[in-house]
């Protein structure tokens, strides 16, 4: 296992509490991955491990082959860490803070201008912090957390506050960011939006690794049905039965469509019938399983009764 960060067997106890236990993953350079789970399901633990901000109880933690808890941590530099809350100085104003922060991780302060505007900020980077929305909070913690080009990105909700317009432009800066081989963690609760984006995702439930692949990799291991809808002639709704065979119960929806629960061994053939000659359909909708299902699905395998 080998990547730009390499989690082993890790465990980290508060107490008799396990937030995270034995988990193992590597996160290669260029990638972006979703890590995912609800409250308490040991996202945060793993992103202050990654950090070195905390030790683990068990296991190891290498972060561009370094120990983050090590006293002296040189590979700090090439991180950007944006936290589910940001809270900075609020005397201080947008200018003033990335300054600091660049200071901080012994970067230059010629790069301040440049953020400022490709976050949207330029506009108040003179105004005092203490004045900002959340939103432009938001955006100033994104700023710090890209000071220096870091080579390994880890952000908690970082789209939280951000309108549809700002949350595009960031996808396009962490795009950007991977395509020259960033490796990218996104730790969110928003799914929609993680599905369009990460190439790997990661499933953390009380503590536990329970899934980790690619979207196509978990639906195979899934074998959740597709969603496939089809627009019906008005005249053809008394032969579907006829066409459709065996392959699965049907249902008519908004009047005039149908819609399958096709399972993946049974898919191809549903679509083969549906578009032959001679059949009622105008139009053809496939929808395979969401993140929203595929996280679901994850987090109850693991609870049912083994």
């Known amino acids: 296992m080998t990547g730009t960060v390499e989690i082993r067997k890790a465990t980290k106890c508060f107490g008799k509490v396990e937030a995270v236990r034995d988990v193992t993953f590597a996160l290669p350079e260029g990638e972006t991955i979703a890590l995912v789970g609800h409250?308490?399901?040991?996202?945060?633990?793993?992103?202050?491990?990654m950090l070195g901000l905390i030790r683990p109880t068990s296991g190891s933690i290498r972060v561009l082959g370094e120990d983050p808890a090590a006293g002296e941590f040189a590979a700090r530099r090439h991180l950007g860490y944006l936290p589910e809350n940001v809270s900075f100085n609020s005397a201080l104003t947008g200018r003033e803070t990335l300054a600091f922060y660049a200071r901080l991780k012994r970067q230059s302060g010629t790069s301040v201008a440049s953020?400022?505007?490709?976050?949207?900020?330029?506009?108040?980077?003179?105004?005092?912090?203490?004045t900002y929305s959340k939103g432009m909070r938001q955006r100033l913690g994104l700023a710090q957390a890209l000071l220096g080009e870091p080579r390994i990105l880890l952000l908690d909700e970082p789209t939280t506050g951000l309108d549809p317009a700002l949350r595009q432009s960031f996808y396009e800066i962490i795009e950007e960011l991977r395509g020259h081989g960033a490796t990218v963690l996104l730790s969110s609760h928003a799914l929609t939006e993680l599905e369009e984006r990460a190439g790997r995702v990661v499933i953390m439930n009380r503590g536990i690794k329970v899934a980790d692949g690619s979207l196509d990799e978990l639906r195979r291991i899934a074998r959740l049905p597709t969603r496939i809808r089809l627009k019906?002639?008005?005249?053809?709704?008394?032969?579907?039965?006829?066409?459709?065979?065996?392959?699965?119960?049907?249902?008519?929806?908004?009047?005039?469509?149908?819609?399958?629960?096709?399972?993946?061994?049974?898919?191809?053939?549903?679509?083969?019938?549906?578009?032959?000659?001679g059949t009622p359909v105008e139009d053809v909708d496939v929808a395979p399983p969401t993140l929203d299902e595929l996280y679901a699905h994850f987090l109850r395998s693991q609870e049912a009764p083994r």
Do not use: C
């Open 39 to 49: 409250n308490g399901a040991g996202k945060t633990t793993l992103l202050k491990l």
């Open 232 to 277: 019906i002639a008005d005249s053809g709704f008394a032969e579907v039965q006829e066409w459709l065979g065996p392959l699965g119960d049907w249902r008519r929806i908004n009047g005039h469509q149908v819609e399958i629960d096709a399972f993946p061994d049974q898919k191809i053939e549903v679509l083969r019938r549906a578009t032959s000659v």
């Open 115 to 130: 953020l400022l505007e490709r976050v949207g900020l330029s506009h108040a980077a003179d105004r005092r912090v203490g």
